[in-house]
């Protein structure tokens, strides 16, 4: 089946740190890959969707110059928390899918990322 | 808007016991709908996916149920054991106006199994 790994999956660092985390799918070619943010005990909410070569789509209230998104290729994208502050303590998920918007989607383990 | 609303957000059932976990959502222009296990500080563990032209999906002691129409999924646990407790989450993969999809989740069930 399809594997998205996902790394790392947990980062501790101080505040004002810019923290990278990487997206790849293993064993498929991902034309749209997409990031989501999920605090303790609540639900997974979409930040932010990229396609391959093309600028990410960001959802409404989050700060595409904070998170910045790149999908350089099919396999790889990155997600990367500039100058992370305690409140952008959170559990980071990205998935990734083939082309057509029927396919599901397949996610990584996610990232834990905390904010000294 | 599109949302989706899983009732209930905790449950507790005796081992062995057969329970249902309900979805609903909001517009009925979906592409496919799925159902996931999330444990406790850990990633998503895909159980079904059913695609919007089908009725229903099985996999082992799990069954899930679409109803496009009345916006409704169910997924079915039989014979539950304490190894299925963890957070099920239910997400709609929406139509988009201008093409391509959402993927919106629900706040998930809580289902603790006791021995």
């Known amino acids: 089946g399809a594997v998205v790994s996902q790394h790392p999956s947990w980062v501790i660092c101080k505040s004002g740190t810019s923290v990278k985390i990487e997206c790849r799918s293993l064993?498929?070619?991902?034309?749209?890959m997409f990031w989501y943010r999920q605090f303790p005990k609540q639900s997974l909410m979409l930040m932010a969707t990229?396609?391959?070569?093309?600028?990410?789509?960001?959802e409404q209230g989050v700060e595409k110059d904070k998170f910045l998104i790149n999908h350089a290729s099919l396999t790889l994208s990155t997600l990367t928390v500039t100058s992370a502050h305690p409140e952008d303590s959170s559990f980071y998920i990205c998935?990734?899918?083939?082309?057509?918007?029927?396919?599901?989607?397949?996610f990584g383990d996610g990232t834990r990322l905390s904010i000294l | 808007k599109q949302e989706v609303t899983q009732i209930p957000a905790a449950l507790s059932v005796p081992e062995g016991e057969n329970l249902v976990l309900n979805c609903s959502f909001t517009?009925?222009?979906?592409?496919?709908l799925q159902w996931f296990r999330q444990d406790p500080g850990k990633g998503l563990t895909s159980l079904l996916l059913?695609?919007?032209?089908?009725r229903e999906q099985t996999s082992g002691r799990l069954n899930a149920s679409l109803d496009k129409s009345s916006g409704r999924s169910t997924l079915y646990i039989a014979a539950s054991q304490p190894g299925d407790s963890a957070t099920y989450l239910c997400?709609?993969?929406?139509?988009?106006?201008?093409?391509?999809?959402?993927?919106?989740f629900g706040t998930g069930t809580q289902l603790k199994v006791e021995l």
């Open positions: 998935s990734a899918r083939l082309d057509r918007a029927n396919q599901p989607q397949h």
């Open positions: 064993d498929f070619q991902a034309t749209t």
């Open positions: 990229s396609n391959e070569g093309s600028k990410a789509t960001y």
């Open positions: 517009d009925s222009a979906i592409y496919n």
């Open positions: 059913i695609q919007s032209s089908q």
């Open positions: 997400a709609v993969s929406f139509r988009l106006t201008g093409g391509g999809n959402k993927l919106t």
